[in-house]
């Protein structure tokens, strides 16, 4: 049986603020692949002659665009570095996210009755628990890499998924084509993976989208807190941990990662709304 799969509407183009957010993020992604090709000194490089030295325009050179920090290291190269290191925690846990919540769902809507009832008590549960509580604990109690930081940020919004994967896999069976191919002799697997999950990707993918930004921001408030990436690497957050104390003094360290973080997230929201508008047919 052939796989609808949703199309974009070919009849308007995206408008000006689409526009921008797609080129925003397109930008983060770029920089994020080649952050150790453009960035003109190493992060960890320490210049106490140049400590605090302020961005071009506010009396600054273009030795330090950007501008330097209470160790005299080069802002604009740690931006670089730190969007790199929130991108790919960002998109690592958004891809675990989607996966455990779409497989739980789909797990949940196939057994049906105590498996379902079991499952749904786990979403409830993972639903009602602060994720920041939780994500303190896990991090001092099993200490910290990026590998491990990565996992539990994937647990960040998985019960939202399995809903909506589970709602997804319920409304397929009762449109009738999954229930059609399954009295063909389909093995239940190939069912969920060649027909549901095809019909059902512009959903999760707008899902995605909605997660991606929140995660940023989580990835963003466990770092300020300590807790996050760890030097001698550096994230947004480490970054906003660190200009903290000298926001007075040297604004500077604290503005650029700040704004990196408000407009990625409101990029990936925009994007998101886009698709959803495109995607979803109950809206031509």
Do not use: C
Request: proline share 5%.
């Amino acid at each position: 049986m052939p796989v609808m799969m949703p199309r974009l509407q070919t009849t308007s183009w995206m408008d000006l603020p689409t526009r921008l957010a797609v080129g925003w993020v397109l930008l983060m992604v770029v920089v994020a692949l080649v952050a150790a090709h453009i960035a003109p000194y190493d992060i960890t490089a320490i210049d106490l002659r140049h400590r605090l030295a302020p961005p071009v325009g506010f009396g600054g050179t273009m030795l330090h665009i950007l501008g330097t920090d209470d160790l005299g290291r080069d802002v604009g190269s740690r931006l670089i570095y730190s969007i790199r290191t929130s991108l790919l925690v960002a998109f690592g846990a958004t891809a675990i996210s989607v996966f455990v919540g779409t497989a739980i769902g789909f797990t949940a809507a196939y057994f049906g009755r105590l498996v379902e009832h079991v499952l749904l008590l786990m979403i409830d549960v993972q639903a009602s628990l602060p994720f920041l509580i939780v994500a303190l604990a896990m991090l001092a109690f099993l200490g910290n890499s990026l590998t491990l930081f990565v996992a539990l940020m994937g647990l960040y919004g998985w019960e939202r998924n399995a809903r909506l994967a589970r709602g997804l896999a319920m409304a397929a069976g009762a449109q009738g084509y999954a229930s059609a191919t399954r009295q063909l002799g389909a093995h239940p697997l190939r069912v969920y993976v060649r027909h549901i999950l095809p019909n059902s990707a512009a959903t999760l993918l707008v899902a995605a989208t909605v997660t991606f930004p929140e995660i940023i921001l989580v990835e963003s408030g466990l770092s300020f807190l300590g807790l996050g990436v760890q030097p001698p690497m550096s994230s947004l957050g480490v970054m906003v941990a660190a200009g903290r104390e000298y926001i007075t003094r040297a604004p500077w360290m604290l503005l650029a990662p700040s704004l990196v973080i408000v407009l990625t997230a409101v990029a990936v929201s925009v994007l998101g709304d886009w698709l959803r508008d495109q995607l979803d047919p109950t809206l031509k």
